[in-house]
């Protein structure tokens, strides 16, 4: 495929494994870089639609069937009825559905090269893309998908140093070129948290709300550990933090949950690791409150995310959401509750076979897994992109080949 350029610069690969990797993502990520060669130019959304509210209903039935919790009759009906009315809007409109999904601003927990964007990102890319088509079967509006990149968000949550700050722009450039080459601009749209920012000043106010949430939430934690539900309702602080915009209250499986997405590799004492999940959870409570996830403001998005809500999470919060694996199973069986930007995606040999796989950096911490680095050119009309794509080589703990 002309479009397509693998290189594994250390060359540590035998002669013929380019070639062999270079078929092997062909397969794999056929439908997305057939974007390469191919007019991407999408139908109209204007039209009449003969019945929209059947359109909506099997609209919603095809995004449902792309949850990963969709094998569960009573969640499969609730994301069903929660996205009903939000595409029921558009279909009367006869525009894209409207879709949001948040986005880390940099891959989690590495610096340098492996914060390129790799094969999870071109798996995610395509996973909404596959969501995209099935729904243009039956509505061919299809969907607009907005990526909101949480970049203020993180500069909270992360000291900031010359290597955060690189990485940052490393990986939404990157991401930025890829949606680009493969001609996505129609469907994904990605945009800053910061720049739905009216002005600095209202930046800076942003910023500041961040610091007040962190305050109330700090003291709140704190304040309400080990005691029931009535008495952390009773807490003055807690009458703050709902005054804040803050809906229920953070039990111990919740704060369980944000706690473990840490793992191993924040090897932080206790409290600098709830820190770590407060100034998070100070940043969700920002989209709440300047209005990030009501999309356009005509009508509520339907809310897509590759993360898993958070034990405990209230109901009322994940009406109109769908979450999705990034990676369907039988491209990987490994891909679970992790988004691309929390794993590397790479590609293996096993016997005379080469194939892809997904690990999250967690995993990868303590495989001591070694990697020949490998990049994949795609070459499109508007421009280049460069995905990571590397082959796994061995662990190096045990001197063999990484079994998946």
């Not at 500041?208 to 009773?234: C, D, F, I, P």
């Not at 999705?324 to 016997?351: D, E, N, Q």
Request: net charge neutral.
């Amino acid at each position: 495929m002309s479009h397509l350029k693998l290189v594994f610069p250390t060359r540590e690969a035998p002669g013929d494994l380019e070639e062999r990797v270079l078929r092997t993502l062909e397969g794999a990520f056929g439908l997305i870089l057939s974007r390469l060669r191919e007019s991407t130019e999408r139908p109209g959304g204007g039209g009449r639609v003969a019945d929209p509210d059947d359109v909506a209903d099997n609209v919603a039935r095809i995004m449902t069937s792309f949850s990963r919790a969709a094998v569960v009759p009573a969640v499969r009906e609730r994301t069903t009825d929660g996205v009903h009315a939000r595409i029921r809007e558009c279909v009367w409109r006869r525009i894209p559905v409207d879709a949001q999904l948040l986005w880390s601003p940099k891959k989690h927990w590495v610096r340098g090269a492996d914060g390129a964007v790799d094969l999870a990102e071109l798996a995610a890319l395509q996973t909404l893309l596959s969501v995209d088509s099935a729904v243009r079967g039956v509505y061919p509006a299809g969907l607009s998908f907005r990526l909101d990149v949480e970049d203020i968000e993180f500069e909270f949550m992360e000291v900031q140093n010359e290597d955060v700050v690189g990485a940052r722009e490393t990986y939404v450039s990157g991401l930025k070129r890829l949606i680009a080459a493969l001609q996505l601009d129609e469907v994904i749209t990605l945009r800053r948290t910061s720049e739905h920012a009216k002005s600095e000043e209202e930046l800076r106010c942003w910023r500041q709300q961040m610091v007040e949430n962190h305050r109330v939430l700090e003291a709140y934690w704190y304040e309400s550990e080990g005691r029931t539900v009535a008495a952390q309702e009773a807490l003055p602080i807690f009458k703050e933090l709902r005054r804040l915009g803050w809906k229920g209250t953070i039990p111990q499986d919740m704060r369980r949950y944000y706690l473990n997405r840490l793992g191993r590799l924040a090897d932080t004492p206790d409290r600098d690791r709830v820190d770590m999940v407060l100034r998070n959870l100070a940043g969700i409570l920002l989209h709440y409150q300047i209005g990030l996830l009501r999309g356009s403001g005509v009508f509520n998005p339907v809310k897509f995310s590759f993360v898993r809500p958070a034990d405990s999470a209230p109901v009322e919060l994940l009406v109109g959401r769908v979450d999705l694996r990034f990676a369907p199973r039988r491209l990987c069986s490994r891909v679970g509750a992790a988004a691309p930007w929390a794993t590397k995606g790479f590609v293996y040999r096993r016997k005379d076979r080469v194939l892809v796989s997904f690990r999250g950096w967690h995993e990868l911490a303590g495989a001591g897994c070694r990697f020949a680095e490998g990049w994949l050119t795609l070459a499109g009309r508007e421009g280049a992109a460069e995905v990571r794509a590397d082959l796994l080589c061995e662990e190096l703990d045990k001197g063999t080949p990484l079994r998946l």
